[in-house]
């Protein structure tokens, strides 16, 4: 068995994989991750891998207390992974997107792919159908926006995501939902839009933890799938154990 963790900007993920299917899935805060995890290999005392993904702050010595009970792997830049990263600062680039990158890879073979996940932030990632990284974009995730009209004016109200129901807000709460979740879909279809005139043969994967809000209100189809980068980390796992 192996325990994939996702160590994200506001929360943890984490699931249990026998070959490629889940056993069990878990969120908790960054403050509970020593005891969650020892609650987990207590459940699933089999596991032998632990794998994790980090790009919150949490260091490797948080994890030194587990290395007795099973192999610890923190993928990095020097892995080897299933595409050609053509970014022009490779270094640079997340290794969540990397694990997203390579899910998409594997899982979806000789295909154009739009990775979107939308977390804290939201990301963009295209690996063309030759399995070249070519890049992608990143721009604010819902709750940033919703945190910035607060904290970036006088007036305006922090708010909680709401479906904003119409595009014609009449108050000022209804315009704010109305502004960032519309302006927020039409970013991501935009997106869609342009790599679809210039691309055939193509997916789009959703994933994060606004997958469910967003994925009926896109125009575009998607394959959504808001566990994609566990099940990402674990085929990456995988395909470095048959690679190295």
């Known amino acids: ?6 160590i994200g900007n506001t929360r943890i993920k984490a ?7 889940v056993l069990g899935k878990f969120v908790f805060e960054k403050n509970e991750l020593e005891k969650k995890i020892k609650k987990i290999l ?14 919150g702050n949490i260091e490797r010595q948080s994890f030194l207390a587990l290395e007795k009970e099973l192999n610890i792997h923190f993928l990095t830049h020097e892995d080897v992974f299933p595409f050609v990263n053509k970014y022009a600062t490779p270094k640079t680039l997340g290794i969540d997107r990397m694990v997203l990158a390579a899910g998409a890879t594997l899982q979806f073979p000789k295909q154009n792919r739009l990775v979107i996940d939308a977390g804290t932030c939201i990301t963009y990632d295209f690996i063309d159908e030759f399995d070249h990284y070519l890049g992608g974009a990143i721009s604010p995730g819902l709750r940033l926006r919703y945190e910035a009209l607060h904290n970036y004016t006088a007036r305006l109200p922090l708010l909680a995501l709401e479906d904003p129901g119409s595009y014609i807000g009449n108050t000022t709460a209804q315009a704010i939902h109305s502004g960032v979740v519309n302006g927020f879909v039409y970013e991501i279809d935009g997106f869609i839009d ?15 933890g606004d997958t469910e809000f967003l994925a009926k209100r896109l125009k575009n189809t998607i394959f959504a ?11 990456t796992f995988q395909y470095k154990i048959d690679n190295d």
């Open 1 to 6: 068995m192996v325990l994939t963790v996702d």
């Open 15 to 21: 699931a249990v994989f026998e070959g490629s299917t």
């Open 42 to 55: 207590k459940k699933f005392q089999n596991c032998s891998d632990l794998v994790v993904a980090s790009v």
């Open 194 to 208: 342009e790599y679809r005139v210039r691309y055939s043969n193509f997916i789009i994967i959703l994933t994060g």
């Open 225 to 235: 799938n808001s566990n994609f980068l566990l099940e990402s980390l674990n085929q």
